[in-house]
């Protein structure tokens, strides 16, 4: 589903489509660094642009407009660092997902003028998965939640298929203390199914170490 607006109400308290009586437990951002890792990739291609469009400016002029081609490079560099800095400022404010007493819900800024969102119901999920990141997220504590529809393991044996994703699943990327993250969504799971009482008394999840949570 699709949102061409820009979700604005999205906040720690409330989100676009909220039932009432809907508890959230808690609100999952990407990740800082992997944020800025974006930006440092338009940095960079504003430097490249910037070195071919001189390069390729003395090549045709000869030099005689040397300053103009300059300021035309840096212009150009100028624009895309801007643009790439409007990008990113947009996938942070719009790019977040929450967890419910009820379900999981999505929201992914799929340019800067559309927003795409993900939901699914406990009762729908059976599964999550924490598939594997590289190195340096693995130190950080950063990787990927997914979280399996019925749809999915029912068609797809998730044992030898670690990393399908289907349109019924929920992915959500850069997520900070991601592992355990995962462990508070599988204790939602068993208390949704076995013990449906006691999701009343589930507590916030807290991005801490074991033993500073609380």
Known sequence: MY??????????REFYGQQAGERILYV?????????????KFILASGVVMLLVTAAGRQIFLSRYQLDIVVG?????????????WITDTVRRKNVAYITDRRI????????????????SWEEAVKVKTPPTNFIWKQLMV???????????????????ENVVTDDDVEVKH???YRDLANYIEKILFLYKKRPKEIAELVPFVPKRKGLRY
């Open 3 to 12: 949102d061409k607006t820009l979700i604005m109400i999205n906040t720690d």
């Open 105 to 120: 819900v999505k929201f992914e800024a799929t340019n800067p003028f559309a927003t795409a969102i993900r939901s699914l």
């Open 175 to 177: 997520v900070y203390f």
């Open 28 to 40: 999952i951002r990407p990740f800082p660094l992997a944020l800025a890792t974006m930006l440092v």
């Open 143 to 161: 990787g990927t939640v997914v979280v399996h529809a019925k749809t999915t393991v029912a068609s797809i044996d998730l044992t030898k298929t």
């Open 73 to 85: 490079g840096g212009a150009a560099a100028a624009l895309i660092l801007g643009a790439g800095m």
